[in-house]
């Protein structure tokens, strides 16, 4: 659908709202995360809920003592495990990668992180060389099955 520049002030808004809401949302850019579990030391580690992490009841059996409860005030406690990062990449995937991959999604296998690393693709920030360096040393090199948490999120 294309924006026409006759279209009312509000009647653009509308449309513009209409067209981010509905396209592919890749708007903010994607994130690849490696975490792995940790005790809480001052609150202020990333997390994730005990909810979130139900996929895999292995991982929360083998965490159970890192489970902790955290109160959000707006909507109440819930439990979590905090944890802490052990690799990070923004951008730089082939765009396939969205539709095999899922928004907000937890992996625990290598299987996983290794299909991942199929997707690399350079970009205007990135060479190729240097995306797939850095996701060696940072997401396959150091993933341990029970341990880790491979995250991806756009």
Known sequence: MALKSHFSKNRLSINCTYLLNTANIRLMGLDLWHFSPTLPKNGLEDYFTVDELNLN???LQRHHQLIVEKDFEEYG???VIYVQIK?????GVKSSFYSDFKNDGVYFDLDDVLKAFSYLKADHISKLSDLEENFQSHFIDNFI???SIFHVSW
């Open 77 to 79: 406690k819930s439990q």
């Open 57 to 59: 009841p292995e991982f």
């Open 87 to 91: 690799g990070y990449q923004r951008k």
């Open 145 to 147: 099955e029970g341990e």
